[in-house]
């Protein structure tokens, strides 16, 4: 839970739709503080004490201005003795102006006490605190910023700011500081600020006067037509002369009724670039196991070629037995390829695998069914390829070895199955079949043949995981895979 809502919950009666209210403001609230360059703080009635104290349940301070409260007051209880003003406001329900001490302190602030209507009924005060004004007269854009915060103060003690639907200052979104554009009842410009008129430039627009309507200069003409038409607020990104622009555009109301729209823009150009930059750089990774996936598949045709020279039958099948190898790695990569990311489904994998292992069965051996059963999830390409390898082998020694044909009877029918299980840190992968079984124990079948020692060398070393086997009522074999050991991040769990 927020802490608005803790403490609002805790100290105060506001509840429910009047509660949501006051987060909509805290969300959007920032808007007010850089226009008005002031420290901003939410005060409401502590419970059943008759609007003699107030609890502050959100403070926001200016970036256009210094603040006058640089500690956090959020929490704190302040009484109408300091702030008779917020009493005054909370009373009164119009907005209060006036002068007193900062909180806590000696300085003198102005303040602007404005009750926060929602549905008819003040929930809270909003209180803004300045410094006392310098003698320094306000330039242009403080006047314009001053004017449409006056605007926006309005709306609150209206009870139409913040707006009814969920105003959430998206991360980017486009501040004050950025640039603003204040636009009349008719949608016509009547002042933009240096930076906004910056932007305008960047997208080549340099007539810019006041007077005309963004929308004649080819400007957000949907973004602020919608946001006066539906009296909400409306974000928009417009490309234009390679520049790219975040418009958020507010409508100011009065009697619910348009009667101007305050623009606030942000040049995103170089956002945007680094953005395509990064998308390019996973293209060319996607790039790059396409390209490792073709050599392989070139060396495993190559090998292929080898072997329909040679003429013993054992080289033959040495070569054989390479070249599937190399093509369950390039299974991989193919997948690798397609995907966004470095993870790749391990599903996925499998298919290809498991079609490879049922075309190994000899044609008058036994007729085998192949199962897969569970989910493995998304795995990164270093545990996918050595695993890949280990399974490709099991699912070959079951087509090869498990059902030995029989001479005479009935062809024997058999099952192999591939079980996947995922669990917190570990991933389980076992290979049964229900053939001959294993003539040893594992150890001494690895000796017999280079497969199962390939797989119990990745398996122990590579994939860092464990090894068992059972035979009874054909042969097992179980491997478990940690997936997160020294250095390696998380990896994401299946669905
Ligand atoms: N699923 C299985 N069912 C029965 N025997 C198996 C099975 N897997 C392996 N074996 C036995 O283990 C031996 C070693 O297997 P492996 O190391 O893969 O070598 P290869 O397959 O080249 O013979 C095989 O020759 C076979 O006798
Ligand atoms: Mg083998």
Not at 181 to 194: T, V
Not at 207 to 223: N, S
Not at 233 to 241: K, M
Not at 481 to 495: D, H, I, N, Q, S
């Amino acid at each position: 839970m927020a802490r608005l809502e803790e403490l609002a919950l805790l100290h105060t009666e506001v509840r429910g739709d009047g509660l949501a209210h006051l987060h909509r403001l805290s969300l959007g609230w920032r808007l007010l503080a850089d226009l008005s360059f002031s420290d901003l703080l939410l005060m409401v009635p502590v419970a059943g004490d008759g609007g003699h104290r107030f609890v502050v349940v959100d403070q926001v301070r200016p970036t256009t201005g210094q603040t006058v409260y640089p500690r956090d007051l959020v929490g704190s209880v302040v009484s109408e003795v300091e702030r008779p003003l917020v009493s005054r406001a909370w009373r009164t329900g119009e907005i209060c102006a006036g002068e007193a001490t900062v909180l806590g302190g000696r300085e003198r602030v102005r303040l602007q006490c404005i009750p926060v209507r929602h549905r008819g009924r003040v929930l809270a005060v909003l209180v803004r605190e300045s410094p006392v004004a310098s003698f320094r007269r306000p330039g242009e854009l403080e006047r314009y910023y001053l004017e449409a915060f006056d605007h926006l103060a309005r709306m609150v003690a209206d009870g139409t700011f913040p707006f009814a639907r969920e105003e959430v200052e998206l991360e980017g979104a486009p501040r004050v500081g950025d640039g603003v554009i204040l636009l009349d009842e008719q949608g016509r410009i009547r002042y933009a600020s240096p930076n906004a008129v910056s932007s305008l430039h960047r997208m080549g627009i340099h007539a810019y006067t006041t007077g005309v309507r963004p929308a004649d200069l080819g400007f957000a003409p949907e973004a602020v037509d919608s946001a006066l038409r539906g009296r909400i607020p409306v974000i928009e990104e417009i490309e234009r002369d390679d520049a790219s622009i975040l418009v958020r555009v507010v409508p100011l109301l009065e009697d619910r009724r348009p009667i101007g729209a305050l623009v606030l823009l942000r040049d995103v150009t170089e956002l945007r670039r680094r953005d395509r930059m990064l998308m390019s750089k996973d293209a060319t990774i996607r790039e790059i196991h396409h390209r490792v996936k073709n050599n392989l598949q070139t060396i495993a045709a190559l090998l292929r070629l080898q072997a329909r020279r040679v003429t013993s039958e054992e080289a033959r099948k040495a070569i054989a037995e390479s070249e599937r190898r190399i093509r369950s790695i390039a299974v991989v990569h193919e997948t690798l390829s397609r995907e966004s990311a470095e993870l790749v489904p391990f599903d996925e994998i499998l298919g290809p695998l498991v079609r490879a292992a049922e075309e190994a069965v000899p044609d008058d051996g036994a007729k085998v069914d192949f199962v897969v059963t569970g989910d493995a999830g998304q795995l990164p390409g270093e545990i996918a390829t050595p695993l890949a390898v280990v399974v490709n082998e099991l699912l070959q020694n079951a087509a090869e070895h498990a059902f030995p044909p029989r001479t005479g009877g009935e062809p024997i029918r058999g099952t192999v199955e591939v079980r996947l299980q995922r669990t917190d840190g570990e991933l389980c992968v076992e290979v049964a079949d229900d053939g001959i079984g294993l003539p040893d124990d594992l150890a001494e079948a690895a000796r017999g043949g280079l497969g199962l020692s390939i797989v119990q060398a990745l398996v122990t070393g590579e994939l860092g995981g464990r090894i068992d086997a059972s035979r009874d009522g054909g042969t097992r074999i179980r491997v478990r895979v940690p997936l997160r050991w020294a250095g390696r991040a998380e990896v994401e769990p299946p669905g």
